[in-house]
Nanobody, 123 residues
């Protein structure tokens, strides 16, 4: 399984970005896909996840109402639409995948990881 994340960049506070994660090499209909992030000097934290088969989602409380995770099953791609961005959203964002439909928020349960894409929110 390979995951390729893209879409990061520099954005002003209040702005928007859409991250993409292209997946290949697996039968993703039975997978859960997630986004995690890691800010400098901080531990990696869960951001959002989606069950590919049923579309069930979970979010970090601080991003609820601002971020939306979605999937395009035909293209094996997962998106993270980020609106109303804040400086505290600045981090490297990683996409991750795990076999199974349970939408976990625990990083150690995800078997596959992409390379990360940097999101910087600054004026």
């Amino acid at each position: 399984v390979q995951l390729q994340a893209s879409g990061g960049g520099l954005v002003h506070p209040g702005g928007s970005l859409r991250l993409s994660c292209a997946a290949s090499g697996g039968a993703f209909s039975s997978y859960t896909m997630a986004w995690f992030r890691q800010a400098p000097g901080e531990e990696r934290e869960f951001v959002a996840a989606i069950g590919w088969s049923d579309g069930n989602t979970k979010y970090l409380d601080s991003v609820k109402g601002r971020f939306t995770i979605s999937s395009d099953n035909a293209k094996n791609t997962v998106f993270l639409q980020m609106n109303s961005l804040k400086p505290e959203d600045t981090a490297v964002y990683y996409c991750a995948a795990r076999k199974g439909a349970w939408v976990s928020t625990t990083a150690s349960l995800y078997e596959y990881w992409g390379q990360g894409t940097l999101v910087t929110v600054s004026s």
